[in-house]
């Protein structure tokens, strides 16, 4: 069905595509995670590369009842325009939440748009943009076009080192701090309290705009939670409109991903310009799907976080135990207490992009980590997912992998 | 439930937003209609302001069916992260209805996110992008964070005037050209056979990227369908890969604007990048609703398109009756062939901002034109629309309408 490629008189050679494209779009680059993929998507493959929510615990039937409530309930004002700041009722629901006004909070079609127009708004070519090494691979790809010049903080596992980073901004004039403080992407790693207080104070002190993104906080299976950054900065800096704070939420880990609703909650300033940039890049999120997530957060969400977090933290227990048991000495994991991933660090002499190869030959895949480092480094590391394995996948492919690594080694 | 704005020791003063925002930001603006939107939203003012489709003609039912087969068909796969480029069946249907292959075919969140990361793809800061006079506002909104210097085109009845961009040519070095050529927003205006031919030849000898967006296209009421831009380039320029045009499609005004579905036609340099751009904006359109639309265009769509044109159709010939009989001398309006908008044309003296304040005060509202110049001008222009008013309401609203209209000119 291709219409013919016959020359033309009008255009004889193919237009200059690559020579048309903006200096934002040549600093795009397609994700390495979404070309690994692409490889380990074989059904015979045991992935833990993918970040994909565990599909069999989605709430199909509360979906398909709250779909139907909706057009009852709105009817058509559920498939028409809606304002760009979100469905209202929800607005309100997660102001409560968090112990703000409504005008603080502002719906996104996932939180892949909040990091994009937040970067749009807030970094002009070459601002000094704080990342931890290894940071979450999808703000880099959003921030990007935007052409920050990165500066990378050192962590462990409490998360961000804030010794390093105090020393660090004596020197380097930073304009934006983006961190994932809660079972962080890639690492699994939490933020620990202390440092969190010390960093909501730090970057305060510095004038710097602190972008918390936390997808994962409520799927919390072990340990005590913790106050998010924003919240600390509601009392420490006395209230939403005085935070520097931008905090953005998502539904896609405790609800599901594929309806693509996501929030920030911020200072009005903030918030009117995120309005200004949403009506530019989609209007507004999709109203039927603000509506279904709407009827969802009071009925079916909180019990469905217990079933994610259970879950989950059965599956992070049996891999973390067969890892132990099976990989070679040298060989070292996180320990996340929630969330979705864990890191593996390999002994120096291993690149894991080679690795990666050799295991898909033992049918199972990871990610390499190197690609998130925003400025290189961890060629030895590499992420793995324990959210969509089952108990028996994750008993094969840690072996698999073992072996894999075992070989490498040798 | 604010949390308390108590001074604190960390920021005593609130945090500096606008000294923050980027370049880009301070590019972005509030829509002028959105914000004249909010006064006329008022229930007792008959409103020919707003851009939206006719609620009461939509599927509700057959949406609510839709959904409900398309969770029992993919059950948890229509409620998880699906890929950028969006459902292949939908993308196969687009494609074969184009006699192009899937691979050209990428599905957006809404014609606005197409505009957007074409921008931000193509429109690097001080490129000259060519635009109608008067042009689709969300398309400069969409376009001026990216810093283009827009030069405006002039146009008639027939639409863009050839004659005139041939000379402009000569001297102006544009890289993108923006065109909707159908029942444009805001003039209704549609270009003509001839000019299509010239203007696909003119853009593809010069090396100009031509845009053509297309949201009501397929809203015809009255004359005989045209190929579109995107068609005519295929044949003269050889085929998709050839074609400097890149098409962009909605489904939100042949079904719902509310599910947010569209789409862009475009060479395989062009659909790559926009997978790239479109990775870091939101990841991929909701699934959910991409599989409600393709369960919906070969069942509901086409009888829907039908009902649509009759009854636009029928609200365009009443207004523009009302105003022929109504109108003072002097005024004139355009003669739309399908979409949703009109535009009217006043003597000189009268500016249609202080215009709209006296329109309200009867009780009926419409969008001044000069917002939709990029440049300025039409401050004695107006759009209104015909789509979403009763019979009834645009008898009253254009009596109160032409009273306004006649006391102004008094």
């Not at 409530?69 to 968090?98: F, K, M």
């Not at 930073?174 to 970057?203: D, H, I």
């Not at 290189?376 to 690594?405: C, K, P, V, W, Y």
């Amino acid at each position: 069905m291709t219409a013919t490629d016959a020359p033309s008189a009008v255009s004889p050679s193919s237009f200059d595509w690559e020579g048309a494209f903006s200096p934002q779009a040549r600093r795009l680059g397609s994700s390495a995670i979404r070309e690994i993929l692409k490889i380990t998507q074989r059904p015979e493959i045991i992935s833990f590369a993918g970040g994909l929510p565990a599909p069999e615990l989605f709430p199909i039937e509360a979906v398909r009842e709250a779909a139907n409530t909706v057009l009852s309930t709105y009817g058509a004002a559920a498939l028409q325009y809606s304002t760009t700041e979100g469905h209202l009722p929800l607005r309100e629901w997660l102001a409560a939440r968090a112990g703000i006004d409504a005008a603080n909070v502002q719906i996104m079609t996932g939180s892949q748009q909040s990091l994009d127009l937040l970067g749009k708004m807030l970094i002009g070519e070459g601002d000094v943009v704080l990342v931890e090494a290894p940071t979450y691979l999808g703000a880099l790809q959003s921030f990007n076009p935007y052409g920050p010049q990165y500066v990378q903080m050192a962590a462990d596992e409490e998360g961000i080192d804030l010794d390093a980073l105090e020393e660090q901004l004596k020197t380097v004039k930073a304009k934006l701090l983006y961190a994932v403080p809660n079972f962080q992407n890639p690492t699994g790693r939490t933020l620990s309290l202390e440092r969190r207080q010390r960093l909501v104070e730090l970057t305060a002190r510095h004038g710097i705009i602190l972008i918390e993104d936390d997808p994962y906080g409520a799927i919390r299976f072990s340990g005590e939670p913790l106050p998010s950054l924003y919240e600390l900065s509601l009392k420490m800096c006395g209230g939403p409109e005085r935070s520097h704070v931008i905090y953005s939420g998502s539904f896609s880990k405790v609800l599901v991903p594929g309806l693509r609703d996501a929030w920030v909650q911020a200072a009005l300033p903030i918030i009117r310009k995120l309005i200004q940039a949403k009506q530019g890049a989609d209007l507004h999120t999709p109203t039927f799907n603000q509506m279904i997530i709407s009827e969802l957060v009071e009925t079916v969400m909180p019990a469905q976080i217990e079933r994610v977090k259970a879950v989950y933290g059965e599956r992070a227990q049996h891999m973390m135990a067969r890892m132990d048991a099976q990989f070679p000495a040298g060989v070292q994991h996180t320990t996340p207490q929630g969330g979705m991933f864990l890191w593996v660090t390999l002994p120096e002499q291993i690149d894991t992009v080679p690795l990666l190869e050799q295991a898909v030959k033992r049918l199972v895949a990871f990610v390499p980590g190197a690609p998130f480092y925003a400025l290189g480094g961890g060629h030895n590391t590499m992420r793995l997912s324990f959210s969509s394995a089952t108990l028996d996948q994750i008993e094969t492919g840690i072996a698999a992998l073992a072996q894999t690594i075992q070989e490498a080694l040798d």
